[in-house]
């Protein structure tokens, strides 16, 4: 796997880009307290900063995407 | 027995051909050779069915010496990430003659303005629309005939029926033409059937389309058909709109029983047996129903109905190391992928309680199933009405029949013998 750009001991924000999100859903299957699919069948994200606690779940989802449209990106405002 | 149709023997027997083109009946150990494969290397030369001395579609199609098979689950995941270098255009040769140029077969940047399209007509929302207006009502009628009797085979009486029905609702065709379509559908996806004869199934099933196709571009009706004719695709050039062309919707329809019907057929019955093998697992689902989603998940990482998926190398690569040349048929072995001990602790076991990561068996990346909503929509309502209307459902303890999921490159459990508990008749006043 590439490496994760955000360690494991700092906050996260989720960042979902929708022009690539074909609501396939992969994400709400692992993570459904985080990841939603809404109306327009387009991901909707529950929770942008999840708690730590879910670090593993987040990566998974962000690696089954088949679109590749999740990221995780360091969350400046809880640094 | 069946609980169709009596003309239900024609369909049954062009489908017991077809399984046995995909080794189910070889009684092959499948996942045992499986493990084997996967602890002495990622990847393997030859086909699937070569690692086990059968033929199948994947050796009949390409010669066993110009093919490898990957088992390593980030391998396969890359490669299907990877269409430039692992292409679709595997399909075109057991498909493109008789069924016609299908999303199936298509690459960047062709395959990405049809999937827009068709993604329209199988989103979350539209399933819970289908699920409303008629799957929950195919399912009823294809298992409340059989709830009185309290004794069945839950693949041959119901899970082999209800798929083709709802898929063939969903694409607008009428009722009393399902039988018809399915024996044409069967005949033109089996690349071991005289060619004759399968052009001729492609040609009648056609004709049948296209008079519907000219009906739903006059007045749409909201059916599949109806969404196809009318939908619009970005011109290749980038400017300006295309519509699907009555050929590409023809295509389109031909390759939704085997991409929709019988996967959904096979993950049930593989689902099911796990379930009845497990009563343990059965009783838990049984008593909490939001279990029913990971059970479908794990019945599917566990037991996928495809076992491997082709793609064909379009330059001199390698993979983990060993060289693929160019033109090579690439089998990227989902059911190997599926039970990796470094991604499942004990992968070999069913267990609907653990954690979810995805699974291969849908696929991955730009391909991965367009019908992933669909499958689990028709899987939840069929294992719920099971649930409700068959209490203290169980494998037929009288039965001498093993009951056993097989096949080399598809997975089914042809048989599944149960018995339930039926309730008493309420008095009649």
Same mark, same amino acid.
């Given at each position: 796997?590439?490496?994760?750009?955000?360690?494991?001991?700092?906050?996260?924000?989720?960042? &979902?880009?929708?022009?690539?999100?074909?609501?396939?859903?992969?994400?709400?299957?692992?993570?459904?307290? &985080?990841?939603?699919?809404?109306?327009?069948?387009?991901?909707? &994200?529950?929770?942008?900063?999840?708690?730590?606690?879910?670090?593993?779940?987040?990566?998974?989802? &962000?690696?089954?995407?088949?679109?590749?449209?999740?990221?995780?990106?360091?969350?400046?405002?809880?640094? | 027995?069946?609980?169709?149709?009596?003309?239900?023997?024609?369909?049954?027997?062009? *489908?017991?051909?077809?399984?046995?083109?995909?080794?189910?009946?070889?009684?092959?150990?499948?996942?045992?050779?499986?493990?084997?494969?996967?602890?002495?290397?990622?990847?393997?030369? $030859?086909?699937?069915?070569?690692?086990?001395?059968? %033929?199948?579609?994947?050796?009949?199609? /390409?010669?066993?010496? =110009?093919?490898?098979? %990957?088992?390593?689950?980030?391998?396969?995941?890359?490669?299907? +990430?990877?269409?430039?270098?692992?292409?679709?255009?595997?399909?075109?040769?057991?498909?493109?003659?008789?069924?016609? +140029?299908?999303?199936?077969?298509?690459?960047?940047?062709?395959? =990405? +303005?049809? @999937?827009?399209?068709?993604? $329209?007509? *199988?989103?979350?929302?539209?399933?819970?629309?289908?699920? +409303?207006?008629?799957?929950?009502?195919?399912?009823?009628?294809?298992?409340?005939?059989?709830?009185?009797?309290?004794?069945?085979?839950?693949?041959?009486? *119901?899970?082999?029926?209800?798929?083709?029905?709802?898929?063939?609702?969903?694409?607008?065709?009428?009722?009393?033409?399902?039988?018809?379509? /399915?024996?044409?559908?069967?005949?033109?996806?089996?690349?071991?059937?005289?060619?004759?004869? #399968?052009?001729?199934?492609?040609?009648?099933?056609?004709?049948?389309?296209?008079?519907?196709?000219?009906?739903?571009?006059?007045?749409?009706?909201?059916?599949?058909?109806?969404?196809?004719?009318?939908?619009?695709?970005?011109?290749?050039?980038?400017?300006?709109? =295309?519509?699907?062309?009555?050929?590409?919707?023809?295509?389109?329809?031909?390759?939704? %029983?085997?991409?929709?019907?019988?996967?959904?057929?096979?993950?049930?019955?593989?689902?099911? /047996?796990?379930?009845?093998?497990?009563?343990?697992?059965?009783?838990?689902?049984?008593?909490?129903?939001?279990?029913?989603?990971?059970?479908?998940?794990?019945?599917? @990482?566990?037991?996928?109905?495809?076992?491997?998926?082709? #793609?064909?190398?379009?330059?001199?690569?390698?993979?983990?190391? !060993?060289?693929?040349?160019?033109?090579?048929?690439?089998?990227?072995?989902?059911?190997?992928?599926?039970?990796?001990?470094?991604?499942?602790?004990?992968?070999?076991?069913?267990?609907?309680?653990?954690?979810?990561?995805?699974?291969?068996? *849908?696929?991955?990346?730009?391909?991965? !199933?367009?019908?992933?909503?669909?499958?689990?929509?028709?899987?939840? %309502?069929?294992?719920? =009405?099971?649930?409700?209307?068959?209490?203290?459902? @169980?494998?037929?303890?009288?039965?001498?029949?093993?009951? #056993?999921?097989?096949?080399?490159?598809?997975?089914?459990?042809?048989?599944?013998?149960?018995?339930?508990?039926?309730?008493?008749?309420?008095?009649?006043?």
């Amino acid at each position: 796997m590439t490496a994760d750009p955000v360690d494991g001991a700092r906050p996260v924000r989720v960042v &979902v880009d929708l022009a690539l999100c074909e609501g396939n859903a992969l994400c709400m299957g692992i993570a459904p307290e &985080v990841f939603d699919v809404g109306e327009h069948d387009k991901v909707v &994200v529950l929770d942008e900063t999840p708690p730590e606690t879910m670090r593993t779940e987040l990566r998974e989802a &962000v690696r089954s995407c088949p679109r590749q449209a999740i990221t995780l990106v360091e969350d400046p405002a809880r640094t | 027995m069946s609980a169709m149709s009596e003309d239900d023997g024609v369909e049954e027997s062009l *489908f017991a051909a077809k399984d046995r083109f995909f080794g189910i009946g070889v009684g092959a150990d499948v996942y045992g050779r499986l493990a084997e494969l996967r602890a002495s290397g990622p990847v393997h030369p $030859g086909s699937v069915s070569g690692q086990f001395g059968t %033929v199948g579609p994947d050796n009949f199609l /390409y010669p066993e010496d =110009q093919q490898v098979t %990957v088992v390593d689950f980030d391998e396969i995941e890359a490669a299907y +990430r990877n269409p430039g270098l692992f292409s679709s255009s595997y399909s075109s040769a057991p498909l493109r003659e008789v069924i016609g +140029r299908t999303i199936l077969e298509m690459d960047p940047p062709d395959h =990405q +303005r049809y @999937r827009t399209l068709l993604q $329209g007509a *199988f989103t979350k929302k539209e399933m819970e629309r289908w699920e +409303r207006e008629f799957v929950q009502d195919i399912v009823a009628d294809a298992l409340d005939p059989l709830v009185p009797l309290g004794r069945g085979d839950l693949a041959k009486d *119901f899970a082999f029926h209800y798929p083709i029905t709802v898929t063939a609702v969903a694409a607008g065709l009428p009722v009393e033409d399902v039988p018809t379509f /399915y024996e044409q559908a069967m005949l033109l996806t089996n690349a071991m059937f005289p060619h004759e004869d #399968r052009l001729r199934a492609a040609a009648e099933l056609g004709a049948m389309v296209e008079r519907l196709i000219a009906e739903r571009r006059q007045e749409p009706t909201g059916d599949l058909i109806s969404i196809l004719a009318h939908a619009e695709i970005a011109g290749a050039d980038g400017g300006g709109t =295309q519509r699907l062309s009555d050929e590409e919707i023809v295509a389109f329809m031909r390759l939704l %029983v085997p991409a929709g019907a019988q996967t959904t057929y096979r993950t049930l019955t593989n689902l099911l /047996y796990a379930l009845l093998t497990h009563p343990d697992q059965l009783e838990a689902l049984r008593s909490d129903r939001s279990l029913v989603p990971k059970a479908i998940e794990e019945g599917l @990482r566990w037991e996928p109905p495809l076992v491997s998926f082709g #793609r064909l190398a379009t330059a001199d690569t390698e993979i983990a190391g !060993c060289p693929v040349s160019a033109g090579s048929a690439v089998n990227l072995c989902i059911a190997a992928a599926n039970r990796t001990p470094e991604r499942w602790s004990d992968p070999e076991e069913f267990d609907i309680t653990r954690p979810t990561l995805a699974h291969m068996s *849908f696929g991955q990346g730009n391909h991965i !199933c367009l019908g992933i909503h669909f499958a689990r929509m028709e899987l939840r %309502v069929a294992v719920e =009405q099971i649930l409700d209307k068959l209490p203290g459902l @169980r494998l037929d303890p009288d039965c001498a029949e093993e009951v #056993r999921i097989d096949g080399v490159l598809a997975r089914t459990a042809v048989s599944l013998p149960c018995v339930w508990d039926v309730p008493a008749a309420e008095p009649v006043r």
